[in-house]
């Protein structure tokens, strides 16, 4: 017989899962180490229940079975009903500061208070544990010191990372200073050190989510470029996404015409990674030259920005990131900027994984408790990114809902997009989505529906969730330059006419798709994630490859001919589709990523990047000198927002207020969206035909407006059409408007 798993099922219980039935054991036959009362032992069908004198969550435990051997007890089934009650981190009550920190296993935290944020050592308090796993101290306001962490100290053994001798910052603190370099050494910020903000009665209400036409950013590549017009000094921060007149930031929002901002990950974040093919002790980085995560997809605090993006930023290797909580005031001024211009706020938040070589705060609290570990003990990357958290785990439920209420309160921010949602706990999605709508019943709540494996849209769409809408990009740009392209480049790729409808009404279940409304589809064609779409196509069509290094640069940035058609043909399926649209920076006028050359070993550059999480400014920025380039694209994507922005039925209308038109020839479709009464409002026609113009018949003879057509856009009509037959160039679409 063999013991598959032992686990300790509550204080006093152990239940140990075996090959065959235990029927010949008894009490005499059980030992425990660290000792502890074995009472009585019972049989359940292969497992043997251990019924034990009182068991400290402080230890760990093995079960000896007289036989068979010695097993090392799981703590996770006692662990998952341990529940933290009450507030958590630092509060100011009356005149003492409070301290609060859930630490189920650990045998002593100290609470370390210090006056400057390079001091070593500092004042030390002993806190007291609660029933419930909480540790607590209480320390009076009128300490001198401004910042604190926590000395931690627990069980022994493989697997385990309590060590008293790494201050670990509080999970909770709403500030927190950290040093340049991988290890991000961290301490956090009193709350009485916190700036007092005023909000100027700012009380902005976001568009309905279906409404939405999202443009997902990077805070700092936005404005690191000098064609952006910011100064040197701000490029890159939460301030120059505010200033009025330049081209980054809010300026080219506002030229846009797009209603939301997507921020990629903005909670304090493991920016620099190990270096680069050196051994630093049991790290040894092999896979990014760059020592860089640029993205931001590794959350190391969950209720701060990050200071990375404050003006004047400390960015020196080694040295501390004291920016004298600027990032705390400019981040909410940007929010109130970004409000004020009629933006919504979304911010890209990441709680499926974590960091993995910083002291990130919940390794060091109980890596036991807070992560999906394997019966080795080792972490689990079912992410492909790391460490994944067990946002099943009651503290970890209440880490996220208090993270997303705090954002809510102190940040007045309109809604999030949970990366690798799929990965997050349904219990724990529902409780998100109630007590934010506490706050407000008109959050927007976006998931990528995808992540550890599972992938569910229509499960989301029943949580009453928005997801980015796969089926929508693959069947319309494709997923793969090389070997999977889809309808713009002039083909199904492997869809049918029927998908066409599916792809223009939301994807909903009643047209095949996994949404119960469209209002939960968000339909794109680029992303953060993979090529641009403009590299995308560079690629399809052949103008460049993977890998080539690109010498004429120049000529690799404009679009034209079949690929300018391409882009703008893709714009106009986006833009008319249902449901919510989200672009990524650059989308709009043909930004590429090109690999800079910076003598980063084994890095080959002046190739196209596809990957550039890594990557540093230089790969990512925003170079407005393409929308120069590609002036004519830009201008296209202004004024099919301002369609869509001035016809609502396109995104609106329900679905019996469509009708299909058929076109004389293959790969090409349209539709038409009628009022009430009937009548015809509007008329989308589209011809994905390399080679034929499409001729479609629309009923009879009628004046329209031309709102669009194969090289312009604009919400007033370009020229009056009085036609019952229409024709569509090839690789080009038409909006009509009834006259």
């Given at each position: 017989?063999?013991?598959?798993?032992?686990?300790?099922?509550?204080?006093?219980?152990?239940?140990?899962?075996?090959?065959?039935?235990?029927?010949?054991?008894?009490?005499?036959?059980?030992?425990?180490?660290?000792?502890?009362?074995?009472?009585?032992?019972?049989?359940?069908?292969?497992?043997?229940?251990?019924?034990?004198?009182?068991?400290?969550?402080?230890?760990?435990?093995?079960?000896?079975?007289?036989?068979?051997?010695?097993?090392?007890?799981?703590?996770?089934?006692?662990?998952?009903?341990?529940?933290?009650?009450?507030?958590?981190?630092?509060?100011?009550?009356?005149?003492?500061?409070?301290?609060?920190?859930?630490?189920?296993?650990?045998?002593?935290?100290?609470?370390?208070?210090?006056?400057?944020?390079?001091?070593?050592?500092?004042?030390?308090?002993?806190?007291?544990?609660?029933?419930?796993?909480?540790?607590?101290?209480?320390?009076?306001?009128?300490?001198?010191?401004?910042?604190?962490?926590?000395?931690?100290?627990?069980?022994?053994?493989?697997?385990?990372?309590?060590?008293?001798?790494?201050?670990?910052?509080?999970?909770?603190?709403?500030?927190?200073?950290?040093?340049?370099?991988?290890?991000?050494?961290?301490?956090?910020?009193?709350?009485?050190?916190?700036?007092?903000?005023?909000?100027?009665?700012?009380?902005?209400?976001?568009?309905?989510?279906?409404?939405?036409?999202?443009?997902?950013?990077?805070?700092?590549?936005?404005?690191?470029?000098?064609?952006?017009?910011?100064?040197?000094?701000?490029?890159?921060?939460?301030?120059?996404?505010?200033?009025?007149?330049?081209?980054?930031?809010?300026?080219?929002?506002?030229?846009?015409?797009?209603?939301?901002?997507?921020?990629?990950?903005?909670?304090?974040?493991?920016?620099?990674?190990?270096?680069?093919?050196?051994?630093?002790?049991?790290?040894?980085?092999?896979?990014?030259?760059?020592?860089?995560?640029?993205?931001?997809?590794?959350?190391?605090?969950?209720?701060?920005?990050?200071?990375?993006?404050?003006?004047?930023?400390?960015?020196?290797?080694?040295?501390?990131?004291?920016?004298?909580?600027?990032?705390?005031?400019?981040?909410?001024?940007?929010?109130?900027?970004?409000?004020?211009?009629?933006?919504?706020?979304?911010?890209?938040?990441?709680?499926?994984?974590?960091?993995?070589?910083?002291?990130?705060?919940?390794?060091?609290?109980?890596?036991?408790?807070?992560?999906h570990l394997d019966q080795h003990g080792q972490h689990i990357s079912k992410s492909g990114c790391g460490n994944d958290v067990a946002t099943s785990r009651p503290a970890v439920r209440k880490l996220i809902v208090d993270s997303i209420l705090h954002w809510m309160r102190e940040y007045h921010i309109d809604g999030f997009r949970f990366d690798l949602g799929a990965m997050i706990d349904d219990e724990t999605l529902l409780h998100v989505?109630?007590?934010?709508?506490?706050?407000?019943?008109?959050?927007?709540?976006?998931?990528?529906?995808?992540?550890?494996?599972?992938?569910?849209?229509?499960?989301?769409?029943?949580?009453?969730?928005?997801?980015?809408?796969?089926?929508?990009?693959?069947?319309?740009?494709?997923?793969?330059?090389?070997?999977?392209?889809?309808?713009?480049?002039?083909?199904?790729?492997?869809?049918?006419?029927?998908?066409?409808?599916?792809?223009?009404?939301?994807?909903?279940?009643?047209?095949?798709?996994?949404?119960?409304?469209?209002?939960?589809?968000?339909?794109?064609?680029?992303?953060?994630?993979?090529?641009?779409?403009?590299?995308?196509?560079?690629?399809?069509?052949?103008?460049?490859?993977?890998?080539?290094?690109?010498?004429?640069?120049?000529?690799?940035?404009?679009?034209?001919?079949?690929?300018?058609?391409?882009?703008?043909?893709?714009?106009?399926?986006?833009?008319?589709?249902?449901?919510?649209?989200?672009?990524?920076?650059?989308?709009?006028?043909?930004?590429?990523?090109?690999?800079?050359?910076?003598?980063?070993?084994?890095?080959?550059?002046?190739?196209?990047?596809?990957?550039?999480?890594?990557?540093?400014?230089?790969?990512?920025?925003?170079?407005?000198?393409?929308?120069?380039?590609?002036?004519?694209?830009?201008?296209?994507?202004?004024?099919?927002?301002?369609?869509?922005?001035?016809?609502?039925?396109?995104?609106?209308?329900?679905?019996?207020?469509?009708?299909?038109?058929?076109?004389?020839?293959?790969?090409?479709?349209?539709?038409?969206?009628?009022?009430?009464?009937?009548?015809?409002?509007?008329?989308?026609?589209?011809?994905?035909?390399?080679?034929?113009?499409?001729?479609?018949?629309?009923?009879?003879?009628?004046?329209?407006?031309?709102?669009?057509?194969?090289?312009?856009?604009?919400?007033?009509?370009?020229?009056?059409?009085?036609?019952?037959?229409?024709?569509?160039?090839?690789?080009?679409?038409?909006?009509?408007?009834?006259?």
């Amino acid at each position: 017989m063999r013991v598959y798993h032992a686990s300790i099922e509550s204080d006093r219980h152990i239940r140990a899962v075996c090959s065959d039935p235990p029927v010949h054991l008894r009490v005499s036959d059980v030992l425990l180490a660290p000792a502890a009362e074995v009472k009585r032992v019972q049989v359940e069908d292969h497992s043997l229940i251990i019924e034990t004198g009182p068991l400290r969550a402080d230890k760990n435990y093995s079960l000896m079975l007289r036989g068979v051997g010695m097993t090392p007890v799981d703590p996770g089934p006692w662990l998952h009903r341990q529940t933290p009650a009450g507030p958590l981190g630092c509060r100011v009550e009356q005149d003492v500061q409070i301290f609060r920190l859930f630490a189920p296993r650990a045998s002593s935290v100290r609470l370390l208070l210090y006056d400057r944020i390079s001091d070593t050592s500092g004042d030390s308090w002993a806190m007291q544990r609660r029933a419930d796993g909480v540790w607590e101290a209480t320390v009076p306001l009128d300490q001198s010191e401004q910042y604190y962490a926590f000395s931690i100290d627990g069980p022994r053994g493989e697997g385990e990372m309590f060590n008293p001798r790494i201050p670990v910052a509080d999970p909770y603190a709403q500030a927190v200073v950290s040093m340049n370099t991988f290890r991000h050494e961290s301490k956090a910020v009193l709350p009485s050190a916190l700036p007092v903000y005023d909000w100027e009665g700012d009380s902005f209400k976001a568009p309905a989510v279906e409404d939405l036409i999202i443009y997902e950013m990077h805070v700092r590549d936005m404005t690191m470029h000098p064609s952006s017009g910011i100064a040197p000094e701000l490029a890159g921060s939460y301030k120059a996404l505010t200033i009025d007149g330049a081209r980054g930031g809010v300026a080219h929002l506002r030229a846009l015409g797009v209603n939301a901002v997507e921020l990629l990950p903005c909670q304090q974040f493991a920016w620099l990674e190990p270096p680069y093919l050196r051994h630093v002790g049991e790290v040894y980085n092999h896979w990014n030259p760059w020592e860089r995560n640029h993205w931001g997809y590794m959350t190391s605090y969950y209720f701060t920005p990050e200071p990375r993006y404050a003006s004047g930023a400390n960015l020196e290797a080694g040295e501390w990131n004291d920016v004298a909580l600027r990032h705390i005031t400019e981040f909410k001024d940007m929010v109130k900027t970004f409000h004020r211009a009629s933006l919504a706020v979304i911010l890209d938040v990441v709680f499926n994984h974590t960091s993995q070589y910083d002291y990130q705060p919940l390794k060091y609290i109980d890596r036991k408790y807070y992560y999906h570990l394997d019966q080795h003990g080792q972490h689990i990357s079912k992410s492909g990114c790391g460490n994944d958290v067990a946002t099943s785990r009651p503290a970890v439920r209440k880490l996220i809902v208090d993270s997303i209420l705090h954002w809510m309160r102190e940040y007045h921010i309109d809604g999030f997009r949970f990366d690798l949602g799929a990965m997050i706990d349904d219990e724990t999605l529902l409780h998100v989505r109630e007590e934010a709508r506490r706050i407000n019943p008109d959050v927007i709540l976006i998931a990528e529906p995808w992540g550890g494996g599972r992938y569910d849209p229509a499960g989301f769409s029943r949580k009453e969730y928005a997801s980015w809408n796969d089926i929508f990009r693959n069947g319309v740009k494709g997923s793969d330059p090389l070997n999977h392209t889809g309808y713009i480049f002039g083909h199904w790729g492997g869809a049918s006419s029927e998908d066409f409808g599916m792809w223009m009404l939301g994807c909903v279940q009643s047209k095949s798709g996994p949404f119960l409304s469209h209002a939960h589809s968000v339909n794109y064609l680029e992303s953060h994630d993979g090529y641009t779409l403009a590299d995308f196509i560079r690629i399809a069509t052949g103008s460049a490859r993977p890998g080539q290094r690109i010498e004429d640069v120049a000529a690799y940035r404009r679009l034209s001919g079949l690929s300018l058609a391409i882009s703008r043909l893709g714009a106009m399926m986006l833009f008319t589709s249902r449901g919510a649209v989200m672009l990524h920076a650059g989308q709009e006028f043909g930004r590429g990523k090109l690999i800079a050359d910076h003598g980063v070993p084994d890095v080959v550059p002046h190739v196209i990047d596809h990957n550039s999480y890594e990557k540093d400014d230089e790969t990512n920025w925003l170079d407005y000198g393409y929308a120069a380039d590609n002036a004519e694209l830009f201008e296209y994507y202004r004024g099919l927002i301002a369609i869509r922005n001035e016809h609502a039925e396109l995104h609106r209308s329900e679905i019996d207020r469509y009708r299909f038109l058929a076109a004389n020839i293959p790969i090409a479709g349209g539709f038409e969206i009628m009022d009430e009464g009937g009548e015809v409002l509007l008329v989308v026609l589209i011809n994905a035909n390399h080679e034929l113009a499409a001729r479609y018949d629309l009923g009879h003879k009628r004046a329209w407006q031309v709102l669009a057509d194969a090289g312009q856009a604009a919400p007033s009509a370009l020229r009056l059409l009085d036609a019952q037959h229409v024709v569509v160039q090839p690789c080009s679409g038409m909006i009509l408007c009834r006259d």
